[in-house]
């Protein structure tokens, strides 16, 4: 059984920054996709970044491209996810995703995802 535990969040003022990270375990986690999504207070669940897997590259949305970077590295079986210039709109709570190989055209949709952590806070505010 696959288990995602994201951490890093917290609480921070605009334009500051913050790192997440999401440790994955109970899988070949080369072959998977990974991605980070959030979930605003009232909204949808929102595509953040992904990384395809087995060497394929990594996806950021358009609203969080030239402030956030995911990475990952393999040998901690870890994705990472560098939040820089915070804003308030950017409060969610963040969750990682894991899901098998998926194509590019998947990759920014939840439904494909079949493992999800549970979350980590992230609070923009003055």
């Known amino acids: 059984q696959v288990q995602l535990v994201e951490s890093g969040g917290g609480s921070v003022p605009p334009v500051g920054s913050l790192r997440l990270s999401c440790k994955h375990s109970?899988?070949?986690?080369?072959?998977?996709?990974m991605a980070w999504f959030r979930e605003a207070p009232g909204k949808a669940r929102e595509f953040v970044a992904a990384?395809?897997?087995?060497?394929?590259?990594?996806y950021h949305e358009d609203s969080v491209k030239g402030r956030f970077t995911m990475s990952r590295v393999n040998a901690e079986n870890t994705v990472y996810m560098q939040m820089n210039s915070l804003k308030q709109k950017d409060t969610a709570v963040y969750y990682c995703?894991?899901?098998?190989?998926?194509?590019?055209?998947?990759?920014?949709?939840?439904?494909?995802?079949?493992?999800w952590g549970r979350g980590t806070q992230v609070t923009v505010s003055s």
């Open positions: 109970g899988g070949t986690f080369n072959a998977y996709s």
């Open positions: 990384s395809k897997g087995n060497g394929g590259s990594i």
């Open positions: 995703a894991a899901g098998r190989s998926l194509i590019n055209s998947a990759l920014q949709l939840p439904s494909p995802y079949v493992y």
